[in-house]
């Protein structure tokens, strides 16, 4: 088992940056790849972004791609999603997830565990 907590969340004025935390529990963190994922109200859950467990690679949504950033800390067992240039599109619930298959990065199903959820708020 692997249990991941998100934190960060919040309201942000359009323009503005957060920064999102995952903190991992259980299994040795640096055996996952690491994602985050998104869910706006009456929408369904899209991807963000994503890092592979070695840090080597990281994947953006086309929406994100410029704007956030994804970085892990292996040794403070922690995933982060640096969200700059916040737009009102930006709001929704995000979550963080990891996953020991190598592929499917994109896709929530290929993902084994997932975090709680933190509100993400961009006000215009």
Known sequence: QVQLVESGGG????GGSLRLSCAASGRTFSNY???WFRQAPGKEREFVAAITRTGG?????DSVKGRF????????????L???SLKPEDTAVYYCASKVYRG???YSSIYDYWGQGTQVTVSS
């Open 104 to 106: 499917g990065t994109y």
């Open 33 to 35: 790849d690491m994602g």
């Open 57 to 61: 690679r990281a994947d953006y949504a």
């Open 11 to 14: 309201l942000v004025q359009a």
């Open 69 to 80: 950033t994804v970085s892990r800390d292996d040794d403070k067992n922690t995933v982060y």
């Open 82 to 84: 640096q969200m700059n």
